[in-house]
């Protein structure tokens, strides 16, 4: 029998149930968008790209009518607009992004996820209900056979990367373009979130974002 607190199965690792209970007012919150938005997906975001990618970029959680609505993460709100076009430039992405999961946009060597997958009220999730999901992010990682870094987009995500590899926060302090070699040999990247709020006050440009893959990558194909 799996551990106690482990991830319910599903067909991929790391990967929870399209009715998961584990965080009552995020089911709650599911369950009332349900409702007023029958169109949108509705349920824990699923990881976007392979398993086998070396990379794996980890934002905070699904935007309400982002990736709530689209089922791919960072898809049809503005973080998008900033990641995926910076994903294709640095070769990390093949074919056009174009807001929607059908515009046939392909990962060729990273893998997107969120920390917490279900969309919560307000954008933001509480600390108990990162704990909850932290599992599934855990698993994750740990099913990535090719994995050398990790690039967490905003502290939250730091925090949840260090935490779900067992890690004290204390570890290693986040910092937009921070680079930390862990004990498990897997590089930790930091970038300041792609979102709206942060690009307009101008907290992230482009050129800021897109200097954190320029230090990232070689260093992705060093040996550690």
Do not use: W
């Not at 986040?174 to 862990?182: M, N, Y």
């Amino acid at each position: 029998m799996p551990p106690a607190g482990s991830p319910a199965r599903t067909a991929e690792p790391g990967q929870p149930p399209a009715d998961c209970p584990r965080c009552p007012r995020l089911a709650a919150f599911r369950a009332a968008n349900r409702q007023a938005q029958p169109g949108f997906h509705n349920a824990p975001v699923p990881s976007f790209g392979a398993l086998e990618a070396p990379l794996l970029i980890v934002g905070l959680a699904p935007g309400l009518k982002g990736a709530n609505r689209t089922a791919r993460p960072f898809t049809g709100d503005y973080a998008g607009d900033l990641l995926y076009p910076t994903l294709l430039k640095f070769g990390l992405a093949e074919g056009r992004y174009g807001a929607d999961p059908a515009d046939g946009l392909r990962l060729t060597g990273a893998r997107i996820t969120n920390a917490v997958r279900c969309v919560p009220p307000q954008n933001k999730p509480t600390p108990e209900e990162e704990r909850t999901c932290r599992p599934f992010l855990a698993e994750e990682i740990a099913a990535m056979p090719n994995l050398r870094a990790l690039l967490a987009l905003g502290s939250v995500a730091h925090g949840n990367v260090l935490a779900a590899l067992g890690l004290k926060k204390s570890h290693c302090r986040f910092g937009h373009g921070a680079l930390e070699v862990l004990p498990s040999g897997l590089l930790l990247a930091d970038s300041y979130h792609c979102s709206r709020y942060n690009t307009n006050t101008g907290r992230l440009t482009p050129a800021m974002f897109e200097s954190v893959f320029e230090a990232l990558l070689p260093r992705l194909r060093q040996p550690f």
